[in-house]
């Protein structure tokens, strides 16, 4: 069977975009963005694709797409949309299958449903980016928290950012989650860099299995 994984993170504008589309060329994934808030600038999915040249084939259509760039509660409200849960089941693919929620993982789809919700429904195995800044020890631990009491499946942490040995280090030990890696901050934002420092920072093999 295919691996499949869901991306999250521990706040909106981490890199879970880049780290997404990072892994998803590695593994020679189908990305999917199912709720996508926002359409005037580059979505994530039109990222993906710019980034590593999946092929749009390789690039789900999202769920829903949004105009405003908030919170996906308020983006549908403006929308006049309600965001049915039904519609948000991941596809069965002939490849491994990448999914990258939106925000944090608590953030509200509706006012009585949040993406841990869905993510607790589908129980797929799910990644857990972290910035490795000031803040990222509370930030991150809380959302282990959240992961956990909700009975979702955490793979491991991805720590994005310049390296914080300590900091890395203390996550991982309150946590008792594993550490998968860290992408830092790659100066040229191309297709062979993103690769390059995917490679050089994560080991292919430990995602090939989709579970722990």
């Given at each position: 069977m295919n691996p499949r994984y869901v991306v999250t993170g521990t706040d909106t504008g981490i890199g879970k975009t880049i780290f997404s589309a990072a892994l998803a060329a590695a593994l020679g994934a189908v990305y999917w963005k199912p709720v996508q808030s926002g359409l005037d600038d580059e979505t994530d999915s039109q990222a993906v694709l710019r980034l590593v040249g999946l092929g749009r084939e390789r690039i789900l259509p999202e769920a829903y797409r949004l105009k405003t760039p908030a919170s996906p509660h308020l983006s549908a409200r403006l929308d006049g949309v309600a965001i049915d849960p039904a519609r948000l089941v991941p596809t069965?693919?002939?490849?491994?299958?990448?999914?990258?929620?939106?925000?944090?993982?608590?953030?509200?789809?509706?006012?009585?449903?949040?993406?841990?919700?869905?993510?607790?429904?589908?129980?797929?195995?799910?990644?857990?980016?972290?910035?490795?800044?000031?803040?990222?020890?509370?930030?991150?631990?809380?959302?282990?928290?959240?992961?956990?009491h909700r009975g979702i499946p955490l793979f491991g942490i991805a720590f994005i950012g310049e390296e914080n040995r300590e900091t890395q280090r203390i996550i991982g030990h309150v946590?008792?989650?594993?550490?998968?890696?860290?992408?830092?901050?790659?100066?040229?934002?191309?297709?062979?860099g993103l690769r390059r420092a995917f490679a050089e920072n994560f080991d292919l093999s430990t995602f090939a299995g989709g579970s722990r």
């Open positions: 069965e693919t002939d490849a491994p299958l990448v999914i990258e929620g939106a925000g944090g993982l608590l953030v509200p789809l509706a006012d009585d449903l949040l993406f841990a919700d869905i993510f607790a429904q589908w129980q797929i195995p799910t990644i857990l980016c972290a910035r490795t800044s000031l803040g990222t020890i509370n930030h991150t631990l809380l959302s282990v928290e959240a992961i956990k946590s008792g989650a594993r550490i998968l890696g860290r992408l830092p901050w790659i100066a040229e934002m191309n297709c062979d």
